[in-house]
């Protein structure tokens, strides 16, 4: 499998989210090529683009570099926004994220080859002999998950993030529990840990819970980062991704006012979220923090150029597709500038506010209006589609075209059984098995 997209120094490789499902309220779209779905073995090749290599700091392209594509990847890892596997072929993953929302995508589709996955998780005899419907469908959303992450984490060199319930976000001993239970889930079907990432919303509870999960080895990505108080703060938490979605920002500014962070951002003449990927990646690199900064919702090519140098960028296809059209020839005079860099960011001036150690008061009373707005309105997305999954599951279960092992089937005909004699105890004529 060969890859095209270099990863930044001394960090595995990584994508957001947005691999391989959109953002938004609408479910994925997955297209496979020719011969997926329909072959217990999965083809996935992947073409290779030239490697190019750039000095640290360096300001302008090496003569062998043939496109704008090439040129950016030099600085950053550049990763493809996309729900539809033949883009693939054009852009490969280096790494994916699993969520409710592809779950969603994958039960759309019979014939996906994610689908057995799901169909598996839904014939654990451990999930369905779960009494608690709420239990049980958790258990197979779970299930599903997992199974899903390491198909994928065959078909990808990087991580893979798993989403972690969003309806968790403010119960930081909750989404710990919930990371140990997946993790617990992918050391059976032996996915390691270091090929693994949690994506936690970065509430103060969630960032609390980064924290404490770090301390155990365990990798966390941080999502739905509006405002430096969340970056610095997750930051100060040890999180090994922090991702801040830049065109977000930029849409509440043109439609909102009030917010102090945004506001001293556009009186300085700069774009609100571009402004927080820089002073966050500079805090980060002048302090010596670990964390890696993901720059998401990148709406087009000037974006991107402004971004070089942070170690992630999300880009849309429509993008990638003008940098991979845009030939440069040696004789040009052309030149791209490494925008955010460790160099830079040791002249970075911070306050001492900005500087100290973060807690939940501090953070609370430095967010603003659109970190506020924003960060809730991703929680409510992401709560919306974890429940359509667990509806959806709970339709489908069981699924028909599994075969269960003979302590499976024992164990649901035990609770079918069961069910059946409670209904006669208590005088009912019909049961609902499948509630």
Same mark, same amino acid.
């Given at each position: ?110 014939? $996906? ?12 005899? $451990? ?79 969630? &960032? ?33 991704? &922090?991702?801040?979605? +830049? ?62 140098? +942070? ?60 970190? +506020? ?63």
């Amino acid at each position: 499998m060969s890859m095209s997209l270099k990863c930044p120094p001394s960090s595995p490789s990584l994508s957001s989210t947005s691999y391989l499902h959109r953002r938004g309220l609408e479910g994925p779209r997955l297209v496979f090529p020719g011969g997926w779905g329909t072959s217990n073995q999965v083809v996935f090749k992947l073409p290779s683009f030239p490697q190019i290599r750039a000095a640290s700091g360096s300001s302008s392209l090496d003569t062998g570099v043939t496109t704008e594509l090439d040129a950016v990847s030099s600085f950053s890892e550049i990763v493809p926004d996309t729900v539809i596997f033949d883009d693939f072929e054009k852009f490969p993953p280096t790494a994916a994220t699993v969520s409710s929302s592809l779950l969603l995508g994958i039960c759309s589709l019979p014939d $996906t080859v994610f689908r057995n996955a799901v169909d598996m998780a839904l014939a654990d005899s $451990t999930c369905s002999t779960l009494e608690n419907p709420e239990l049980r469908s958790s258990c197979f959303t779970n299930k599903a998950l997992v199974n899903v992450g390491g198909d994928l984490a065959k078909l990808v060199p990087g991580r893979v993030s798993t989403e972690v319930d969003a309806r968790l976000a403010y119960d930081t001993h909750g989404i710990i529990r919930k990371v140990h239970d997946l993790l617990k889930l992918y050391n059976e079907i032996n996915v390691p840990p270091e090929r693994l990432l949690f994506k936690i919303p970065s509430t103060w509870q969630g &960032i609390e819970a980064s924290r404490l999960l770090e301390t155990e080895g365990i990798q966390t990505h941080l999502t739905f980062v509006y405002s430096f108080a969340q970056a610095a703060a997750a930051t100060q938490a040890g999180a090994s991704v &922090i991702q801040i979605f +830049v065109g977000r920002l930029r849409d509440w500014a043109r439609n909102h006012s009030g917010d102090p962070e945004i506001e001293a951002a556009l009186k300085r003449g700069e774009d609100p979220g571009l402004a927080l990927v820089t002073k966050a990646y500079n805090y980060i690199h002048k302090y010596g923090y670990k964390s890696k900064l993901m720059a998401a919702a990148v709406r087009n090519k000037q974006d991107l150029f402004s971004l070089l140098g +942070v170690d992630y960028i999300i880009a849309p296809l429509k993008v990638l597709q003008s940098l991979k059209e845009s030939v440069t020839t040696p004789d040009q005079k052309y030149s791209f500038i490494r925008k955010l860099s460790p160099q830079s960011a040791a002249n970075y001036n911070f306050s001492k506010e900005e500087v100290a150690k973060w807690d939940q008061l501090s953070l609370a009373s430095a967010m603003g209006p659109a970190s +506020v707005q924003l960060l809730a309105a991703g929680l409510d997305g992401y709560v919306s589609q974890s429940k359509r999954v667990e509806e959806f599951l709970t339709k489908i279960w069981p699924p028909p075209n599994v075969k269960l092992r003979r302590l499976d089937i024992w164990r649901v005909a035990s609770w079918i059984l069961k069910e059946l004699l409670i209904a006669f105890l208590e005088g009912c004529c019909t049961v609902n098995l499948w509630s």
